[in-house]
């Protein structure tokens, strides 16, 4: 059992799960350290989203119709499809612990939404998230092994987009 940044405790079933936990503790640091309105996390978090959506369509999770929207058409302009997986609470049942808060991981099934649902646990600011998973689309598999560049395409786009929209709000 370990003791996240947060303050809640997790237990640690699955060693190879072991991104979500450093990427909770950012998460937490973001939200204290910054007060952001908006945060996008990126990971190569599941082979289970390999498994959903295979090597070409990375998966998108988030709870702002507005912004995962936003996510999914950038994502079209730029060549790197998202399509959204759910983040429903019912989830967080698969990562039930009796000695911490919860755990770093469930059940094989539902396992892309579980790991999301775990990250959820970790935002408490009142703006909007979404969390990338990318584990499909950050590499080229073959012989030709090799790394793709995504999502950097399209959080360029996506930055550059939501400064023009703060300039002309100003």
Known sequence: VVKTLS??????????AEGRLV????????????NPSMIVDVATLTG???VALGD?????????ATLAQRIKDFGDIVGEPYWPLPLWDRYF?????????????????????????FLKQFITFD???????IAGTANTSGKDHASTGRPVALLVEFLRA?????????
């Open 93 to 117: 049942e698969l990562l039930k612990s009796e000695t911490a808060d919860f755990a770093n991981a469930g059940a094989r099934a539902g396992g892309a939404s579980s790991a999301a649902v």
């Open 7 to 16: 303050g809640k405790t997790v237990e640690i079933v699955n060693t190879d």
């Open 23 to 34: 990427l909770c503790d950012a998460l937490t640091y973001a939200q204290r350290r910054w």
């Open 48 to 50: 289970a989203c390999v």
């Open 56 to 64: 070409d369509v990375a998966g998108l999770f988030c709870q702002d």
């Open 162 to 170: 939501f400064a023009e929209s703060k300039k002309d709000t100003e």
């Open 127 to 133: 703006g909007s998230w979404a969390h990338l998973d």
